[in-house]
């Protein structure tokens, strides 16, 4: 098309859960959506650690030598809350901190369940999972 301009997605932010939900679906969706984004070569920006349906969406990325960065809150890194991020990491300070970096990082954006189910107070330390992760 004339005037059109196509930008080239390089990096794709996923949102989701550290839980993998109730219904295995999930899990294969996420999984499943890790492996396309691979075999696409697209980069992965995520919220960090390896549990749950961010875990599978992760580790398929890398399985496919793809760039894995995951942004989490120090408060998160505290006992291994989350897991070792299977790719780069870095430490914020809050979760609003992570959200901007993740979305200044991003050139698309994917929500998978929990991903924008899950509501943080100001406190990182409760957090209110969506009805598919309880």
């Known amino acids: 098309m004339e005037g059109v301009s196509v930008r080239k997605i390089k990096k794709i932010c996923v949102f989701c859960g550290a839980n993998s939900g109730k219904d295995v679906a999930f899990v294969n969706a996420a999984f499943h959506l890790g492996e396309v984004l691979g075999k696409r070569k697209i980069d992965l920006v995520y ?18 030598e793809r760039q894995v960065l ?11 809350l989350v897991g070792e ?17 993740m979305m200044e990082l991003s050139d698309a ?8 189910g899950i509501h943080y107070t100001e406190s990182t330390k409760d ?8």
């Open 47 to 64: 919220g960090g650690g390896k549990l749950g349906l961010m875990g599978c969406v992760s580790t398929a990325v890398a399985q496919h």
């Open 127 to 134: 957090l209110d999972l969506c009805h598919y992760c309880r």
């Open 109 to 116: 954006f994917i929500a998978l369940p929990c991903g924008f």
């Open 70 to 80: 995951g942004i989490i809150p120090s408060a998160f890194t505290i006992n291994n």
């Open 85 to 101: 991020t299977c790719g780069k990491e870095i430490k914020v300070a809050t979760m609003q901190e992570r959200l901007v970096m």
